[in-house]
Every structure is written in structure tokens, then in C-alpha cells.
């Protein structure tokens, strides 16, 4: 039987998740509730029914699940409320502003016995699929390092996400996505983290940020995310043991290199415009094989089916707690490294 579902927050992501609520097959949309009145006129006139506020919502013992879209200074409030009131609650991302927040919901859902999680989309675009299925088949071997960016040339949104008390910046509206990929990729534990953070065009929060994560035995993940670069760079590069991948576009197939003999007989030295030079000579089909991959089959609303099994202890939730409070770590260790301008030291 399909949970019934209310979405707090009619903005951007709260109109993404009542448009996937009225075509799910396993939640059916209750209403939503937005403290905007102009918001929720205009969920009435698409006729979605509207709360006139959320202690109508908790009250409403139909309501099975609360997804939680609003101002990320604003999470820990309604996430809190809702779990006591006996609701399962789905929050945006990122969860809290800290840990002590994050710690204080899990309580709230540990002590009610309700399911609570992070939506974290992402782990279904079909760019990180593509890395996790070369990781996970082994075909190239160990991974040394992944590099994930995403690139745009727009500066951050004029709204919220620009302001420091309302959770803005980069790091907390991408780079919780792409670190919650890369520990999705990388089983070794954490040692040291690194980052620095841009202030093109906003002064108050990053607008950017390049972000290393050093992990146990050598390897290495990169993350940049920047709001000012005209030129894209790759989405994904890889390096593993046998071979290399890249995905230049999230629109394009992920590009594949494996290294089929190490040891040549003979490398002819390439010419180059300062000289010779053996060591940058390209490779030959003799030596390399190169492929595409098709692009994983990937369903978004998976997450709220995986959720509503949850909740009927039919499944472990697909963003567990462990896993929503080490990204939130990771996320504070960079904010302690750009501050303090060195790596950080982490505790894993």
C-alpha cells in the first residue's frame, strides 16, 4: 500500500518531489506546506492540496512520511518535530548544519522508531554509476585516484544559498553530493583531508572549492566544484592499476583505457617541439585495448521505493546514519582546513 506523503517546502526541490509523488507507485502525495502563502496558493491552483501549517501536518495521522525541503538552517527544527510526532522524514541535503544537529535527528528517529535519511539523488546519475560498475567489476584493477568536478560559469544562485546563516555555499549544496559519491567508491578508511575554498563572487561563502581526501594505503580522491570556469573540465577521471577512465560530460559515455601489456619491446621516442622523449609516447592498439561503456540504467525514485520498504522493515535504508555522518565530518574537516590553510587529520 502506497505511504502517504507531505512535502514541507514548495520551492525548486519541493516541486521536484511532489512532481515524482504524483507518478509514484509507492507514495501518494498528501499535500505540501510551505510558510510562503503565495506558494501555497500556487500548489492549490495545480490541485495539491495545501497545509495551513505544520502542526496540521503532524497532527494529520494519515501522513506516513514528511520530506523535509526547505533552507538548510532550517532542517533540524521540522526534522525534530516531525520524528517526535511519529513521522518518517526524508530531509534534503545536507541534513544539518553540523554534527551536534545531524546527532540530535538520529536521536529524535532512533527514540521514536521512525525511518530517517538523507536524499541523496545523486547516487543515481549515471556518471557515478559508470565509475562504481569499473570499480566494482574489477576490470581495471585497484583504483589509485578518482578526480569528480563539476563546472559552471554562473556564480551561486541569488537566493539563500548565498548566505552563511542560511547553510549557502558550494560545499553544502554540491560537495555533499560528490563526497557522498566517492565514499560510495573508496572502502579504505580516511586519513587526512585538504581544502581550499573560492570567493570570486561571494565573499560571505564558497562559491568553489578543491578538496583532496587522502585515504589508507596511497589512494587519493579529488573533488572540485566551481561556479566561475567557462571551460568545463572532465566530470570523471580515473587512474587504476590496469588502466584509465574519464567521462568529459555527464551526457557522454564513460571513455575506458586498459593497459594489456606493461613491458614493449620497442617505444619509438615521439617528436616534440623542445626535443625526444620516449617516457610521453602514446600507446598502440598492441599494448591498450579502449572501449565505451553504455550508460547504466538508473531510476531516481528508487530512493523513495528503497524508503517506503524501510519503513515497512522490508529493506536497510539506501543512506544509512554512519554514512550521513561521515560525509557531515568530512564536510566540517574541510571547512577546518580551508581556515587553517593545511590538511587536516582525520579520525576514521
Not at 495551513?52 to 525534530?80: Q, Y
Not at 563546472?151 to 544562485?157: A, L, V
Request: proline share 3%; hydrophobic share 40%; with cysteine.
Amino acid at each position: 500500500m502506497k505511504k502517504n506523503l507531505v512535502v514541507v517546502g514548495y520551492g525548486g526541490m519541493g516541486g521536484w518531489h511532489t512532481q515524482h509523488a504524483l507518478k509514484s507507485d509507492v507514495v501518494s502525495l498528501a499535500g505540501i506546506y510551505d510558510i510562503d502563502p503565495k506558494k501555497s496558493a500556487l500548489a492549490r491552483e495545480r490541485g495539491i492540496f495545501a497545509y495551513d501549517s505544520l502542526e496540521d501536518v503532524l497532527n494529520d495521522e494519515k501522513v506516513d512520511l514528511i520530506t523535509v525541503a526547505i533552507p538548510n538552517d532550517s532542517h533540524i527544527d521540522v526534522v525534530v518535530k516531525a520524528l517526535k510526532a511519529g513521522k518518517n522524514v526524508i530531509c534534503e541535503k545536507p541534513v544539518a548544519m553540523n554534527s551536534c544537529e545531524l546527532d540530535e535527528m538520529i536521536k529524535a528517529a532512533e527514540e521514536s522508531g521512525r525511518v530517517f535519511s538523507v536524499h541523496q539523488n545523486r547516487r543515481f546519475d549515471v556518471d557515478f554509476l559508470a565509475m562504481k560498475q569499473i570499480k566494482e567489476s574489477g576490470e581495471l584493477g585497484s583504483i589509485i585516484n578518482i578526480e569528480s568536478r563539476i563546472h559552471g560559469s554562473r556564480g551561486i544562485p541569488s537566493d539563500w544559498r548565498g548566505e552563511k546563516e542560511h547553510g549557502g555555499g558550494m560545499l553544502l549544496d554540491w560537495g555533499v553530493h560528490l563526497i557522498d559519491q566517492l565514499l560510495q567508491i573508496f572502502d579504505e578508511k580516511i586519513e587526512k583531508i585538504f581544502c581550499t575554498f573560492d570567493h570570486i563572487t561571494n565573499q560571505e561563502v564558497d562559491d568553489g572549492f578543491k578538496l583532496t581526501i587522502y585515504f589508507e594505503g596511497g589512494k587519493s580522491a579529488y573533488v572540485e566544484v566551481g561556479t566561475y570556469n567557462f571551460i568545463a573540465m572532465p566530470r570523471f577521471y580515473m587512474r587504476a592499476e590496469k588502466g584509465s577512465a574519464i567521462i568529459t560530460d555527464w551526457r557522454e559515455k564513460c571513455k575506458v583505457a586498459k593497459c594489456t601489456h606493461w613491458h614493449e619491446s620497442e617505444v619509438l621516442p615521439v617528436q616534440t617541439a623542445a626535443g625526444l622523449t620516449k617516457t610521453m609516447a602514446p600507446r598502440d592498439s598492441v599494448t591498450m585495448d579502449e572501449y565505451e561503456l553504455e550508460r547504466p540504467a538508473s531510476d531516481v525514485h528508487d530512493y523513495y521505493r528503497n524508503f517506503c520498504l524501510a519503513i515497512d522493515g522490508k529493506a536497510t535504508q539506501l543512506v544509512t546514519h554512519p554514512q550521513m555522518r561521515r560525509v557531515m565530518r568530512v564536510m566540517e574537516a574541510c571547512f577546518e582546513s580551508d581556515r587553517l590553510g593545511q590538511a587536516i587529520n582525520f579520525d576514521d
